[in-house]
C-alpha cells in the first residue's frame, strides 16, 4: 500500500504482512521551543505500521504543533524523528512520505478538484498518466468521481474535506496526518466521516496520526490515543484502557462526557496495603491492596467517580449520599442528572458544574427539585495522590 | 443592500444631495469636455477666442490626420509604450517576488528591507532630480529609453512591493502549509498558487503603474533629451511649442493620449473577481 516513490528505503518492498511490528513513525526527546515558550517537553513516541494514532488534549497542548513537527512544517529544537527507521529530522515535508489533511480542507481554489488531488504528483514531476491514474483510484474510493472537474467552492463542506483526503491518498504516503479534519463539520456529517475515516484506514492499511480535541473521535477511531497536555505526553494506550485505567487526575478529567466527577479528600489512616480517605458528605472510604502506598496521613488526595458508575434508589453501593436534583437532562437513551448535596465537586481548572453529574442508563421519572439517594461502589471510585497520579489499582478495560 | 447614507423619507436632504454630487460631477469633468470640444473646433474657432461656445465647424477628421501627419505624435507614442510596457511588466514581476519572500518567509534583517521599500516612496521624487539626473549621465543611459525604464521600474517597485506583500500575505496559511506538504518547492508555490490567486491585485497594480508611468512628466523632462526618446508627455509640451496657438490640435493629441491607459483599465477589469479565494478554506 504505502509504495511511495520518494522513499527509496528497501523497507517499502516488503509487503504488508511483514510491515506488523515495524516501526512507522518514531520520536526520539523531541523538544520544541518558540521563542521563550516551551511548545514540546521531550516527546518519546512509537508508533507502528497501520496504526491509527489520535492525540488529544486540551487547546494550546501543542497537540496541533507536534502533527506539524510530524509533516515538517514546524522545526524541533532537538531530539530526532525517523519515518520508515529513515531519519528525516532535518527533511523538508515533501520529501518525508507524509501528506497532510487540514482542518479548513486548503484546497486550492483556482484547480479543479482533479487538479487539487493531482498537485503533489504534478509538482514531483511524474507523467501525466500516472497522475490520472492515482487520482482516478483515490476519487472512486472516495465517491468522488463526479466532482472531479469541478471547483472547490461549488463543493459542500463534507464533499470538499473528502477532496482534501483525496489529494492525501493520491500520493501514496507513508503517514497520513490529519488536523481536525472533521471540526468543521456538522455533527451528522461527522459521525458518518468518523466511520468512513476508519474504513478507509482498514481499506488502506498506511498509519494515520489523526489530532482532534473531539473525545468520541478519540475513542471510537484511535487505535492507541496520545493525551497530551502542555506540551508533554501524558499517557499513551488503547482508548478503553486509557478510559478504564487513566494514569493521572488529568487524563481522567479529559476523557470522558461528562467528565469524572472529583472529590476532594484527606488521608486518615494508613495500614498496609489500605488508605482511609475522608470526603466531606461522606462516609469514611475504605481503599484497599495499594501497591507500594507513599502516603501519609493528612495529605490531600482526590477521589473520582464516573457518571455512568454512580447508582440512585433502591441500588445501593458502598457509599451513598442523600442530593437534591438541580437539573435533569433526558437524552432518550440516557438521563443526565445534576444533583446538588453530598460531597463537594471540585472542578479543578476546567470552568465546570459544581454539581454531582449522574448518568443513568435509562429514562428515568425523577422530577428537578426532587430528593434522591445516590451511591457508589468503592471499586469503581478512582484515588489520585497529591501529585495527580492514579493510586487505586487498575480495573479491567471491558466488563461484563 | 447597500446602506442608505439619507433615509428615503427625507426628501429635501435626498433633493440636496443628488445636487451636489451632480454639481460636482460636472466640474471635474468639465475641463476634459472643454479639451473634446476644442479637438473638434477648427482653427479659425480658437483663434476666435470661440472655447466654450458651438463650434463654428467640426473638424474632427482634419484635426485627428493632422496630429499623425503633422506632428511626431506617432513616435512619442511608441516611445511611451517602449518606456511603459516593459516597465509596467518588469513592476509587477519584481513586486510579486519580493511580496512572496516578504510575507512569507521569516529572515534576519526581513523588516528593514521592507522598511527600505516602503520608506522609499515617502521621499519627494524632486530631491532625487539631480542626483538621479547625474546618475544616468554618468553610466551613460541619459536620454535612452533604459533610463525611464530603470528610474520607473526602481521607483514603482517600492509601493508595489507593499501592495503584493499585503495581498500575499492575506492568502489563507493553510494553502502554502498543503503545498508544502505537498513537496511543491518556493518557486512552483509561487507559480501554482501564488500568481494564480493574486491575478485581482496585479491586475489593479498593472492599471496604476501603467497610468502613474504613462502620465509622467516630470521624469521624461528630466531624463530625456531628444524626440527619439521622449515620451508623449514630454512631446506634447513640444507640440505646444511648435504649434504655438493651434489649440485644436494639441487637444486632439491629448485625447489621442489618454487613450491607453482607458484601454488598460479596459483590458484589466475582467481580473477584478471578488472571492477568488472562495472555496479555499471552510465554508
Request: aromatic share 10%; net charge neutral; hydrophobic share 45%.
Amino acid at each position: 500500500m504505502t509504495v511511495a516513490a520518494q522513499n527509496p528505503t528497501p523497507t517499502n518492498q516488503t509487503n504488508n504482512k511483514d510491515k506488523i511490528g515495524m516501526k512507522s513513525v518514531e520520536l526520539t526527546n523531541v523538544e520544541k521551543h518558540y521563542s521563550g515558550f516551551h511548545a514540546l517537553k521531550d516527546i518519546n513516541l512509537t508508533i507502528e505500521k497501520g496504526e491509527f494514532i489520535v492525540m488529544v488534549g486540551p487547546s494550546g497542548c501543542g497537540k496541533s504543533t507536534l502533527l506539524k513537527t510530524i509533516a515538517g512544517l514546524e522545526t524541533v529544537t532537538s531530539g530526532t524523528l525517523t519515518i520508515n527507521g529513515r531519519d528525516v529530522t532535518k527533511e523538508e515535508p515533501g520529501d518525508r512520505g507524509i501528506a497532510m489533511v487540514f482542518q479548513s480542507y486548503a484546497l486550492y481554489p483556482h484547480m479543479t478538484v482533479g487538479e487539487n488531488m493531482g498537485f503533489g504528483l504534478k509538482m514531483a514531476k511524474r507523467p501525466k498518466a500516472e497522475i490520472d491514474a492515482a487520482v482516478k483510484r483515490a476519487a472512486e474510493i472516495l465517491r468522488i468521481t463526479e466532482q472531479l472537474d469541478k471547483r472547490p467552492k461549488q463543493l459542500s463542506g463534507g464533499q470538499r474535506q473528502r477532496v482534501a483526503i483525496g489529494r492525501a491518498i493520491t500520493r501514496s504516503p507513508e503517514v497520513f496526518l490529519f488536523d481536525e479534519p472533521l471540526s468543521n463539520l456538522d455533527a451528522a456529517l461527522r459521525t458518518q466521516m468518523r466511520v468512513e475515516l476508519s474504513t478507509l484506514h482498514a481499506e488502506l492499511g498506511s498509519t494515520m496520526i489523526y489530532v482532534t480535541h473531539d473525545q468520541v473521535e478519540a475513542m471510537t477511531m484511535a487505535s492507541r490515543i496520545v493525551v497530551l497536555n502542555k506540551g508533554a505526553i501524558e499517557q499513551v494506550g488503547s482508548p478503553l484502557e486509557l478510559y478504564a485505567n487513566p494514569i493521572n487526575h488529568f487524563v481522567a478529567g479529559f476523557l470522558g462526557a461528562p467528565r469524572m466527577n472529583f472529590f476532594e479528600g484527606r488521608v486518615v489512616t494508613v495500614s498496609g496495603n489500605r488508605v482511609s480517605v475522608t470526603v466531606e458528605g461522606l462516609p469514611e472510604l475504605q481503599f484497599a491492596d495499594i501497591a507500594d502506598v507513599k502516603l501519609s496521613v493528612g495529605d490531600k488526595v482526590m477521589v473520582g467517580v464516573r457518571p455512568e458508575r454512580f447508582k440512585t434508589g433502591e441500588q445501593t453501593g458502598d457509599a451513598s449520599f442523600e442530593a437534591k436534583i438541580r437539573l435533569i437532562e433526558h437524552l432518550g437513551r440516557e438521563t443526565i442528572l445534576h444533583v446538588d448535596g453530598g460531597p463537594v465537586v471540585t472542578t479543578g481548572s476546567d470552568t465546570g458544574t459544581q454539581n454531582i453529574t449522574v448518568q443513568l442508563g435509562d429514562v428515568v421519572a425523577f422530577s428537578n427539585g426532587q430528593s434522591v439517594k445516590v451511591s457508589f461502589d468503592l471499586s469503581d471510585a478512582y484515588l489520585f495522590g497529591p501529585d495527580g497520579k492514579t493510586i487505586t489499582p487498575a480495573k479491567a478495560a471491558t466488563r461484563t | 443592500m447597500y446602506p442608505r447614507p439619507i433615509p428615503e423619507n427625507k426628501k429635501l436632504a435626498r433633493f440636496g444631495y443628488m445636487a451636489g454630487v451632480s454639481l460636482v460631477l460636472v466640474l471635474w469633468l468639465l475641463p476634459l469636455f472643454a479639451v473634446i470640444m476644442t479637438s473638434f473646433r477648427s482653427f479659425d474657432d480658437v483663434m476666435a477666442g470661440n472655447y466654450w461656445g458651438w463650434p463654428s465647424k467640426f473638424n474632427l477628421v482634419e484635426n485627428y490626420v493632422a496630429v499623425f501627419e503633422q506632428t511626431k505624435m506617432t513616435r512619442y507614442f511608441m516611445n511611451s509604450l517602449i518606456i511603459t510596457v516593459p516597465s509596467v511588466i518588469m513592476v509587477l514581476v519584481f513586486s510579486t517576488l519580493t511580496g512572496f519572500v516578504l510575507s512569507r518567509y521569516r529572515f534576519r534583517g526581513s523588516m528593514v528591507i521592507f522598511a527600505i521599500f516602503v520608506g522609499g516612496n515617502f521621499l519627494p521624487q524632486q530631491i532625487m532630480m539631480i542626483p538621479i539626473r547625474d546618475l544616468m549621465v554618468s553610466i551613460g543611459l541619459y536620454d535612452t529609453f533604459y533610463a525611464l525604464i530603470l528610474f520607473h521600474v526602481a521607483f514603482q517597485t517600492g509601493f508595489a512591493t507593499l501592495f503584493m506583500r499585503n495581498f500575499i500575505a492575506a492568502l489563507p496559511d493553510e494553502l502554502f502549509q498543503a503545498a508544502r506538504a505537498e513537496g511543491a518547492s518556493p518557486w512552483q508555490t509561487l507559480i501554482h498558487i501564488v500568481v494564480p490567486l493574486v491575478r485581482p491585485a496585479l491586475a489593479a497594480l498593472a492599471i496604476l503603474a501603467f497610468t502613474f508611468i504613462w502620465n509622467d512628466y516630470f521624469w521624461a523632462l528630466v531624463l530625456t533629451q531628444s524626440d527619439v526618446v521622449k515620451p508623449v508627455t514630454a512631446g506634447l509640451s513640444n507640440l505646444k511649442g511648435e504649434w504655438v496657438s493651434a489649440w485644436n490640435i494639441v487637444s486632439a493629441a491629448t485625447i489621442f493620449v489618454a487613450i491607453p491607459p482607458v484601454v488598460m483599465f479596459f483590458l484589466m477589469q475582467k481580473h477584478f473577481i471578488s472571492g477568488l479565494t472562495m472555496g479555499a478554506v471552510k465554508g
